[in-house]
């Protein structure tokens, strides 16, 4: 009886041990903490003496226990308590044959309680008592040894107890307890020198009454005066102070908290979840873009999708799919090269013309360019470089004066110089159409010296490719 009543404390020892470190991190209130718990229990005994047959017998008990003030699930304590009761033994071959012995204790010792759950809490107690013992026989005789003061009949004994509180209110706990009282010496059934020291088990139950309680109205372990979070729905966790467990620190507690683990010093909204003013789905704290347009496709960092990678992004690409290393403009097209803005302005102007005149450019009534046509025909000469498809038409002309085969003649030699020079610069002659047309299509009258000058001329027009 002895040793499994001390394995089964120490067993409860290492259990509350345990269960204390698991749950080190819900710091709460023990519902006991601070109270002083006045208790009655009755019971029984079943002794452990030289007689071989054990009689149970009543015990009474009223206690007095102190618990310190604490916020973990385990709890220590002071009781003292006083019981009385009685043992008894049976046996045909000793004289006499039966004994009843009385106990009356004074004890105290430490306890230990902790908590499985909200209403029940185990707990262990050890401790010594002062022992009072009077054996007698059936008819309330002393027994021999007793009656002849062969020992004393008080001494200090050795208690050890399991037991569970079953919490009925606040203040008031159903108690069921298995204990153990060892006597140093061998003298409860009056037998000397029996070889076993006497023992009696004990199993009582009764009810606890504790005064001071402390109220804790939302039943999360933390009492009212201390509670800073009243009013903390059922279940949840808290802290020391009653208010609920935010882990992460983003002042969202967890019951609340869709988005735990938040990154320290992170906005959140009131679920707790990282704000996205942009509300591209990613977080503003990752967001390397910004104030994204609603409904713009991003990537990881929350920026515009840019699928061909050309730096525009593809809600603003207008030429999607470019080319890996093509310089684009703001709109995602391909920069145009220089040879293909010249072909266009060239297109764009193909209708002009270039007109030497007879008098300035030429030599009197000859086919011979003057230095001055030079500059006239550079433009010209500069936009068949450019644009070696487009093509020109080179048509001279002449007053009225003269013969009609001699003004032709003349007309065509000075068409014709002008290619000459042109193609001295580098361009192909197979891309001029020459022509003399003589004294046709004057442009002026030619009954005037001035307007016969301004009929002598050679026109150069752009026709295309």
Request: aromatic share 10%; glycine share 10%; hydrophobic share 35%.
């Amino acid at each position: 009886m002895k040793n499994i009543t001390f394995l089964a404390i120490l067993f409860l020892l290492i259990t509350s041990t345990e269960f204390s470190q698991e749950n080190l991190e819900i710091r709460q209130y023990h519902a006991f903490s601070g109270t002083l718990a006045l208790g009655f229990d009755g019971g029984f005994t079943l002794p452990h003496t030289d007689y071989a047959h054990s009689k149970p017998d009543i015990l009474g008990r009223a206690s007095l226990e102190y618990f310190f003030p604490t916020t973990s699930n385990g709890i220590f304590g002071i009781k003292t308590f006083v019981d009385g009761g009685y043992i008894g033994g049976q046996q045909d071959e000793k004289i006499p044959e039966s004994f009843r012995t009385s106990l009356l204790n004074i004890a105290a010792g430490i306890s230990y309680t902790f908590s499985i759950q909200s209403t029940v809490f185990p707990y262990v107690f050890a401790g010594a008592s002062y022992l009072h013992f009077d054996p007698k026989d059936n008819n309330g005789n002393r027994l021999p040894n007793n009656a002849a003061g062969v020992y004393k009949r008080h001494e200090f004994a050795y208690l050890g107890e399991i037991g569970v509180h079953f919490l009925v209110t606040d203040a008031i706990s159903f108690n069921l307890a298995v204990g153990e009282e060892m006597s140093p010496h061998d003298n409860w059934d009056d037998v000397v020198g029996g070889g076993n020291n006497d023992a009696t088990a004990t199993i009582t139950t009764g009810f606890s009454y504790s005064l001071f309680t402390r109220k804790d109205s939302d039943g999360d372990g933390v009492p009212d005066d201390i509670d800073r979070c009243p009013n903390t729905p059922k279940g949840v966790r808290v802290d020391e102070f009653g208010c609920p467990i935010d882990s992460d620190h983003d002042g969202i507690p967890d019951y609340l908290d869709k988005c735990p683990n938040t990154p320290a010093g992170v906005k959140v909204d009131s679920a707790g979840c990282p704000l996205d003013s942009d509300h591209d789905g990613v977080p503003d704290y990752l967001d390397k873009c910004s104030n994204t347009p609603p409904g713009v496709a991003v990537d990881a960092d929350g920026c515009p999708l840019d699928s061909d990678h050309d730096g525009v992004p593809d809600y603003l690409d207008k030429c999607p799919n470019t080319a890996p290393g093509v310089a684009v403009d703001k709109d995602g097209c391909p920069l145009k090269k220089e040879k293909e803005v010249i072909r266009e302005v060239v297109k764009q102007v193909q209708i002009q013309k270039v007109v030497l005149n007879g008098n300035t450019n030429f030599e009197f009534n000859k086919a011979v360019l003057l230095p001055n046509a030079y500059t006239l025909l550079a433009p010209v000469i500069s936009t068949m470089k450019q644009d070696s498809t487009i093509r020109f038409k080179v048509a001279g002309y002449t007053d009225a004066i003269g013969s009609v085969e001699y003004n032709l003649d003349l007309s065509r030699r000075r068409a014709q110089a002008v290619v000459d020079y042109i193609v001295s610069q580098g361009i192909d002659g197979t891309r001029f159409e020459v022509t003399g047309m003589g004294k046709s299509d004057p442009i002026a009258t030619n009954s005037t010296p001035e307007g016969r000058a301004m009929n002598r001329r050679v026109e150069i027009s752009a026709i295309g490719k």
